[in-house]
Every structure is written in structure tokens, then in C-alpha cells.
């Protein structure tokens, strides 16, 4: 692993110099997701602390553009927890930002396929474009991670430079920006979030603050055209994943999205003789449409992901986050992105701007990301091995469709591989998993079965068909459960243990009392309900109906609490949340109070 930095800055400046305050200025370069994740984090907490501050960001980019003007270069998958994350936070993808929703896994390899359900049977996992769309795009039917995430940032108040940094220098200790048409601007703190598939990060290696790039390696994508029916009738909203005994390749993995499939391949320097033979392969020529010509794509990219996190991404008044600094190992980089802005932003506001603080509170989370690659970098070796093994493939494969053929069984097999390919998890949660002793007994019993058994299980689990339409107002993209005008999304006096977030769509709430039904109260999108749960198992005390069409996203008690020990600042929404509540909840008692005391008065006598 890279050494990034075990300094802790022994001889920092004058730290109240280096303080954000009323008036300060930040530059933001690049406006992609780690970009729009920092400055909307920034401005909310700078709003917080009662501190105003300006963001410019420089983005050359228009994001709304189809083909390699707008795009990001990115397989755009937003994991199952980063959708959790993002609801909670109260930042919603709809319907015209999700290309698919995703609710399921297939996996295949050459002893057979297995589909693995997403927990909750809902729509967790959202399939994205990080631009327009490819660059044959003939219709608009979508807006772009990018663009959508570089709304809600500019929304908070952020000024959009829509020019390409050239030039970076310091002005005494203060950086300065310069673009090709505008004067030099001087700020307090510069943000690079520009990502390793760009050259800007060149500039900031001679500036003396020790900055390296990551280390990297080239993937692989293309898209195809097939028409929405066709996607759904082909894929339906599950991602193909393909475990192949290939050289070089890691896996492959092809996703559906509006109208298009995108083919991913993650691995070492991946090159069209791989592409080829990968494509070339039974399993995934039994996923893909006899009509379509694999030389016939859309369009293609050879983007680069990092193997080894940078070296002292940051310095007095600079700070690199997303990949520029540390990315999770071959996925997630979203979600690696969301992660690191936040931490960035909160010690830029609540701690400061210099190298020293910057060491102190951002660097041990680039630290913590790589540690977690070294342990992903041993999972994936222990999976090459399985791979080269024709009898550990099929025990593995028969203990998928054990656990996914017996609902309510321990999905042992199934949360692993899940959380592999999804990056649901860290590769920390995945390693402790996979040496639970009752993971292992049970692998070991069905590899020894596979040894003995000539064919391969022919209770293979076919893989997903077209998918029921939902008659719906809402797109069939959208993410979470549907429900239908009238229908009950919680029950009064079930127990809960999770906290429900409104997507799209309003609810009633109302409580049982004295044999009727009172009306307490609307909810709309992005509204929470249930919250308590995730604190303590709750017995709920309304029933939620849905007044129109309704998407719900459910936080599941147990990752929110992983995620809120890490990231304290996920309880802030909810405390606040509960504030507004009680104010409310007081206001309807004084307005009872003063009903009673009038009706009281008129009362004779």
C-alpha cells in the first residue's frame, strides 16, 4: 500500500489565520459529485455555525450535453447505502436522475446463475448517467447525476465558472485561481475534486505542498443502445455480474438503464483484447440480444480508477477529495466522493483551512479508505482462487441457491456477494463475514458436495424477465416501494425498526382513537417517517397511507447506525427533525387548550 502521509503537522502556522469566516472564499475545481457533495455540505454547515461564505466552482464541463462533452466516465452506479445516506440527508434522486431503479444481482459464472434479491425486495441501487447520456442520445429523457447534484449546489447559493482552471499560484499563503479569460482570484481555501481522469491535478505537484496523484488503472465501458422494452425484456432491473476465469479481468458486470446497457469491466489495465474475449464469452452471450452487434456500440471510454490512494492530498488551504484523494478499491466512488466531501467540509468550517487541521481531521479517513483496500485487495485474491477452481465455483454457486431458494434462511453466501458487487459494505464488514465460522462450515459442506456431484445444481435460479409494469404517474426508474393511492405504509401499533423516506408522492397520518380515525397531519417528499425506530424498536403510534402514488426509501436501522458511529453528523437532520416535531406537537396542544377553554367559557352556566 502507498504511504500517504503520517504527518501530523509538528509546526503549523498561526492557526487563527487560517480560520473560515464571515466573507471567506472557496474554489471548488470540478463540479462533479465530490465537487457538489463538498459545497453543499459546506454551505449547510457554514449556515450552522452563522457563517457566510462564498463557493465558486469551476466546472468546464456542461453536464447536460450527451457523449464525451458532458460526460464523467463512470459505470453510474449509486450503492445501496449511499441511496440510504442520501435520503437520510434529505438529497433525493428522482425518477429523471435514475435511469433503473436496480433490485437485484445475477451472478454467472461457467457452472451456472443465480439471482440475488436486494434486501426488502425494493429498489435501492440506482442505475445513473453521469452526463446527458451517451453520444448517439436521440431523446432527453433524463438529467445526469452531475448535473442534478450541481443544481442542488448552486440551489445553496454556489456561483457556477463555467471556464477550465489553467493556472494555480500562491499569493503570500493565499491561492490563487486563474482561468483563461478572467483575472486571477484570490481565495481562502481551494477544493480539487477534479478526478484522476483529468490533467488538472498536474498543476498542484509543484507547488510544494507534497501533493501526488493516486496511482491507477485502466477499465472499460461501452454502452449499447437496445430501446427500453428491450432492456427490460433482456435485463429487467437487475445488474448482470460475471465471475470469468479471464486474465487481468476482476469481474464484469453489464447494467441496465433508460434505453441502454452499459458493459463494465473492472481489472489491470484493461485492453480490446480483453474486452473481446470477455464479450466473446457463453455467459455473457446468453445475456445479451441475438440481435445485437457488439461492435456496434454507442460509445466507449477507458477511464482510469485508483489502485493506491495519493500522497498528502492537502496543504495549507488546499484540500483534494473523491479520487484525487482516496477511492474505494474498484467501486463506490460516489459513494468515496459523498464520504470525503463531508469530512473535508466539516473540518474546513469547524476546525480550519491549514495543513495541520487538515492532517489532523480529513487525512485519517484517506488512511482508513486505503486500510480498507488492503483488505479488499485480500478478498479479491481469495476470489481468484475460487475462480480457477472449478468445484469451489459450484460450491459457492450452490450456496446461493440454497439461501435464495429458502426465504427467511441466513443469506450468508448472498450478503457477501451483494455486498461486493453493490459496495453496500466496507471490505472490512465483507472480510468479518466471510470468516464467520457458520459461513465457513456451510461453504466447506457445499464445496465438498460440488466435488461429488458430476453436474452442476439444476435448480439454477433463471435469471430476472420483464419486470411488471407499475401504471403509474411515477417512472418505473424511481427508486424505493411503490404504493398506490390509499394503501398503508405503516400500520398503527406495528413494531418498526427502520426509518421510512419519502421519494415522491404525499402521505396521510392518522391515529385510531375511541373506535375513529384522527386526521393528524400531511407528508410529502423528503419528508421522514418513522424516525424513532432507528433509535429503538418503536411501536408506531399513527397509521401512514399513501393520498396519491407514493415511492418510499427505507434506512434500515442497522446500516444507519454503522454509518451515523462513523459520520455524526447524520443525526443532525434527524434532531432537528425531531425539533420541528415537538414545536409543532406543542402548538397543536396550546391550540386544543385554547379550544377547550373557549368552548369552556361558552358553556352554560
Not at 24 to 29: L, M, Q
Not at 70 to 96: D, K, R, W
Not at 411 to 429: A, C, L
Not at 498 to 527: N, P
Amino acid at each position: 500500500m502507498k504511504k500517504i502521509d503520517n504527518e501530523r503537522g509538528n509546526s503549523p502556522m498561526d492557526q487563527n489565520s487560517q480560520k473560515l469566516r464571515d466573507g471567506s472564499r472557496v474554489a471548488v475545481i470540478g463540479g462533479g459529485p465530490a465537487g457538489a457533495f463538498f459545497t453543499i455540505f459546506l454551505l449547510d454547515m457554514a449556515e450552522r455555525a452563522g457563517m457566510e461564505i462564498s463557493v465558486d466552482i469551476y466546472e468546464p464541463r456542461d453536464f447536460l450535453n450527451p457523449g464525451p462533452a458532458g460526460c464523467n466516465m463512470c459505470a453510474g452506479i449509486v450503492s445501496e447505502t449511499l441511496v440510504q445516506m442520501l435520503a437520510a440527508e434529505g438529497i433525493n434522486l428522482p425518477g429523471s436522475v435514475v435511469q433503473r431503479g436496480i433490485d437485484s444481482y445475477t451472478l454467472h459464472m461457467d457452472v451456472g446463475s443465480v439471482r440475488i434479491n436486494t434486501p426488502l425486495n425494493e429498489k435501492r441501487i440506482a442505475a445513473v448517467y453521469r452526463g446527458a447520456g451517451p453520444r448517439d442520445l436521440q431523446e432527453f429523457k433524463y438529467v445526469g447525476l452531475d448535473s442534478h447534484l450541481l443544481k442542488l449546489a448552486l440551489e445553496r447559493g454556489a456561483t457556477l465558472i463555467n471556464e477550465r482552471v489553467n493556472d494555480i499560484s500562491l499569493v503570500e499563503t493565499y491561492p490563487m485561481v486563474k482561468t483563461r479569460t478572467t483575472e486571477g482570484q484570490i481565495y481562502d481555501l481551494v477544493t480539487v475534486t477534479t478526478g484522476v481522469n483529468s490533467s488538472a491535478l498536474k498543476m498542484f505537484e509543484n507547488l510544494g505542498i507534497g501533493y501526488t496523484p493516486p496511482e491507477t488503472t485502466k477499465t472499460y465501458l461501452r454502452e449499447y443502445y437496445l430501446g427500453s422494452e428491450l432492456v427490460t425484456k433482456t435485463l429487467g432491473n437487475a445488474i448482470q455480474v460475471f465471475l470469468l476465469d479471464i486474465p487481468r479481468l476482476k469481474f464484469g458486470m453489464v447494467i441496465p438503464k433508460g434505453d441502454y446497457i452499459t458493459v463494465c469491466l473492472l481489472g489491470e489495465e484493461i485492453d480490446a483484447e480483453l474486452v473481446q474475449s470477455f464479450l466473446d464469452s457463453p455467459e455473457v452471450q446468453k445475456c445479451l440480444p441475438p440481435s445485437l452487434v457488439v461492435n456496434n456500440f454507442s460509445c466507449h471510454c477507458s477511464p482510469r480508477m485508483n489502485t493506491l490512494g495519493a500522497e498528502h492530498p492537502y496543504g495549507d488551504r488546499f484540500i483534494f477529495i473523491g479520487d484525487a484523494a482516496a477511492a474505494r478499491l474498484l467501486k463506490d466512488g460516489i459513494g468515496s466522493a459523498y464520504r470525503t466531501a463531508k469530512i473535508a467540509a466539516s473540518t474546513a468550517i469547524f476546525h480550519g483551512v491549514s495543513g495541520h487541521d487538515f492532517a489532523t481531521y480529513y487525512l485519517p479517513a484517506c488512511e482508513k479508505v486505503e486500510y480498507d483496500n488492503d483488505i479488499g485487495r485480500l478478498i479479491f485474491w481469495a476470489a481468484s482462487k475460487i475462480q480457477k477452481l472449478r468445484f469451489a465455483r459450484r460450491g459457492m454457486l450452490r450456496m446461493i441457491i440454497n439461501e435464495q431458494g429458502r426465504p427467511g434462511s441466513p443469506q450468508r453466501m448472498s450478503t457477501v456477494q451483494w455486498d461486493m458487487y453493490t459496495g453496500s459494505s466496507s471490505y472490512k464488514e465483507i472480510f468479518m463475514r466471510m470468516f464467520n465460522p457458520a459461513f465457513l462450515l456451510r461453504l466447506s459442506w457445499d464445496m465438498l458436495c460440488a466435488i461429488f456431484t458430476k453436474d452442476p445444481d439444476p435448480r439454477e435460479i433463471s435469471q430476472p424477465k420483464s419486470q411488471a409494469k407499475e401504471t403509474s404517474g411515477i417512472e418505473g426508474s424511481s427508486l424505493g416501494k411503490l404504493y398506490q393511492p390509499g394503501e398503508t405504509i405503516i400500520q398503527q401499533g406495528e413494531v418498526g425498526d427502520s426509518m421510512l423516506v419519502i421519494q415522491e408522492g404525499q402521505v396521510v397520518l392518522m391515529r385510531e382513537q375511541g373506535g375513529q380515525e384522527v386526521f393528524l397531519g400531511v407528508r410529502s417528499s423528503g419528508e421522514v417517517l418513522g424516525e424513532n425506530a432507528i433509535f429503538e424498536k418503536e411501536v408506531h403510534t399513527a397509521t401512514v397511507r399513501a393520498l396519491s402514488e407514493v415511492r418510499v426509501v427505507t434506512v434500515d436501522k442497522d446500516n444507519f447506525n454503522i454509518r451515523i458511529h462513523e459520520d455524526p453528523s447524520l443525526g443532525y437532520r434527524l434532531f432537528s427533525l425531531s425539533s420541528r416535531r415537538i414545536r409543532e406537537l406543542s402548538q397543536q396542544v396550546t391550540m386544543l387548550n385554547q379550544e377547550i377553554d373557549r368552548l369552556t367559557e361558552n358553556r352554560p352556566n
